[in-house]
């Protein structure tokens, strides 16, 4: 089992830059999959970005170029750096470890992003 816990949301202008981090409550050095996903309002749950246990990294076609996806294993935290902030990037983020055969969830950080 993993508790994870978000931080880092809050309200910045466009074109600004955030960090997200994630904290797990167990080592993450041997959680295959973790990623970040965001939600806004009326809309479904999204991928953002995801990292594997070896460092391979992918990316939603929205954030490319913008948005980088670290972890630390020693920190037992993932990170999203999220730069070029637009307004369509508001949502609530949420991090994600798939210890198979179970997922798990934060709680979620709000990232508000003004025009």
């Known amino acids: 089992q993993v508790q994870l816990v978000e931080s880092g949301g809050g309200l910045v202008q466009a074109g600004g830059s955030l960090r997200l981090s994630c904290a797990a409550s167990?080592?993450?050095?041997?959680?295959?999959?973790m990623g970040w996903y965001r939600q806004a309002p009326g809309k479904q749950r999204e991928v953002v970005a995801s990292?594997?246990?070896?460092?391979?990294?992918n990316y939603a076609d929205s954030v490319k170029g913008r948005f980088t996806i670290s972890r630390d294993n020693a920190k037992d935290t993932v990170y999203l750096q999220m730069n070029s902030l637009k307004p369509e990037d508001t949502a609530v983020y949420y991090c994600?470890?798939?210890?198979?055969?179970?997922?798990?969830w934060g709680q979620g950080t709000q990232v508000t992003v003004s025009s």
């Open positions: 990292i594997t246990s070896g460092g391979s990294t």
């Open positions: 167990r080592s993450i050095f041997s959680i295959h999959f």
């Open positions: 994600n470890a798939v210890v198979i055969p179970k997922n798990y």
